[in-house]
């Protein structure tokens, strides 16, 4: 494992970073697209159960998760598609078999789509991390078309190791290391 994963650079210190076409702003949109199951616990909760108490099945949470598959989705993309803009799709695999609809309508409108795990669950919970990865870019790769070039962990957790099988399978930049303003490179 290397360690750092990146050189330590103060943001003054940087030359500065240009934009193509001499734009000023860059914006990038990605939009996660998860699937929760059921019988476990949620992976966000918003209503907390009475007393603290983790319910399973909880189905309030699990509601307004559902709601983003049936209705948030649907909303997104419309005003995205309205505005010409083409988003990243953060995709767990395993909405290519739940919701296809939703992964070939993104694909449509010429989404990138981004590994996000095969299900909602922190790598560092999986018993086998390298093949969830490869099930997860598989999957994607063989119901899209796409190869998969980014990754968003889901959670934005890692183990690790993850930097490091993630370049193995020719993974070309991830979303987790929230902490700069400008792309960056790390070790792997």
């Known amino acids: 494992m290397l ?17 193509p076409g001499g734009a000023r702003v860059a914006v990038w949109v990605a ?3 998860e699937e929760w199951d059921i019988q476990q ?17 909880d189905i309030p949470n699990y509601g307004w998760y559902e709601y983003g598959l049936r209705v948030g989705i649907w909303r ?6 309205r505005h010409g803009i083409r988003a990243g799709l953060s995709l767990n695999a395993s ?8 992964v070939e309508a993104c694909v449509r409108a010429g989404w990138e789509i981004i590994g996000h795990g095969f299900k909602q669950r ?15 870019l598989q999957t ?6 796409q190869r998969v070039r980014g990754w968003m962990g889901p959670g934005l957790h890692e183990t690790l190791q993850t930097l490091d099988i993630l370049a193995e399978h020719g993974i070309e930049y991830v979303c ?4 700069d303003d400008q792309p960056y490179p790390l070790r792997v």
């Open 3 to 19: 360690w750092p994963r990146a050189d330590y650079s103060p943001i003054f210190d940087r030359p500065p970073l240009r934009l």
């Open 31 to 33: 939009v996660n697209v």
């Open 41 to 57: 616990p949620m992976a966000r909760t918003v209503i907390p159960a009475p007393q603290g108490a983790q319910i399973v099945p």
């Open 76 to 81: 997104i993309k419309r005003v995205l598609d």
């Open 95 to 102: 909405v290519c078999e739940s919701y296809p609809a939703i």
């Open 122 to 136: 922190a790598l560092p919970l999986e018993p086998d991390e390298r093949a969830v990865i490869a099930r997860t």
């Open 140 to 145: 994607i790769h063989e119901r899209t078309g």
């Open 176 to 179: 987790d290391w929230c902490h």
